[in-house]
């Protein structure tokens, strides 16, 4: 683990992994901020050599480092007018208001209530656990099995539940919720089966972001060269849910509280390159950059080769 210094990364001094210092956070109570710089060392390397993958890796912001099954990654969709008009471009009819339009509509009239005071719940999707979540740097896969994959530029938050059962908020991080968009515009029904993918968080978990207001740019590079680049802005101004509303519907259910847990939830995109008519390919690059929240995400785009092999059951 490291502290992101300008472009130098200065290594923490018998700190494992963020959920392993969470912990002690806890149990010390202590902030996050003051145990991760009460344990800087004195050891430093340049950021590019982790950043440009020279005999360095960096691993997914944060996760479950013991059991990955034991980290839900989740999501709130139709949090932005561009996802909704994606959404129901896909599934207009001649005259016809979608589901998608109505749900954006409930979350515009009622997502931001009053602080302290529950708003309209919003669209919430499952994208699977742990075993999905991959680094900046790493491939996105698209398997045999599917119909597509495109890019989601997302903020997503991180969480951890304490011994209490409490939802604590870690931080924020960069995220491509990268899903499956051709099965979904097959059937909206289509829809929690096209979550199911690989998605990737990074390359910073930022423990303390404002989330106000939050413009960036995703884009996708094809053999070196921008195929397809467009602004992105997300954050409770941007959106018709407030982060508290939003936060609320996720960890009411109680077993979203369970002590010790990890939660990845997405906050939903405002850009894809799906929506302006691109089918990403194999080497394709896509890239996430929020301002304020780091260096940009970067991952490729790797297809999978067909057909999609037959997986039986057998009784025990």
Not at 47 to 65: E, K, M, R, T
Not at 87 to 113: C, F, L, V
Not at 157 to 179: K, L
Not at 185 to 196: C, D, G, I
Request: glycine share 10%; aromatic share 8%.
């Amino acid at each position: 683990m490291a502290l992101v210094d300008g472009d130098t990364l200065r290594m923490l001094d018998g700190v494992g992994n963020v959920y392993a210092l969470c912990q002690d956070a806890l149990t010390e109570g202590d902030s996050l901020i003051s145990a991760v710089h009460s344990s800087v060392g004195k050891e430093s390397i340049p950021y590019d050599l982790a950043y440009q993958g020279s005999g360095w890796q960096i691993l997914p912001a944060f996760d479950h480092p013991i059991e990955p099954a034991r980290c839900y990654v989740t999501g709130t969709g139709l949090t932005h007018r561009t996802s909704v008009d994606n959404r129901n471009a896909m599934h207009q009819e001649k005259n016809a208001i979608t589901d998608s339009m109505r749900m954006y509509e409930w979350g515009r009239d009622g997502g931001s209530p009053a602080p302290g005071t529950i708003g309209t719940s919003p669209e919430w999707f499952y994208k699977g656990n742990g075993i999905c979540l991959r680094g900046h740097g790493e491939p996105l896969t698209v398997p045999a099995f599917a119909e597509d994959g495109g890019d989601e530029s997302e903020i997503a938050g991180a969480y951890i539940i304490d011994s209490d059962g409490q939802a604590r908020r870690v931080g924020m991080t960069q995220g491509n919720e990268f899903s499956d968009h051709l099965l979904e515009k097959k059937n909206y029904l289509y829809l929690a089966s096209s979550k199911l993918r690989e998605c990737s968080i990074g390359p910073e978990l930022i423990l303390d972001p404002d989330f106000q207001d939050v413009p960036g740019s995703a884009r996708v590079l094809r053999n070196n060269s921008v195929l397809w680049e467009k602004p992105i802005t997300t954050g409770e101004s941007n959106m018709c849910h407030s982060l508290e509303n939003m936060e609320h519907h996720h960890f009411k259910f109680p077993i979203h509280r369970q002590p010790g847990d990890v939660h990845i939830h997405f906050f939903g995109a405002s850009a894809l390159s799906f929506g302006d008519g691109v089918r990403l390919q194999s080497g394709d690059v896509m890239e996430v950059h929020y301002e304020r929240f780091g260096r940009p995400l970067r991952n490729h785009v790797q297809v999978e080769s067909g057909p999609a092999a037959m997986v039986r059951v057998r009784p025990v």
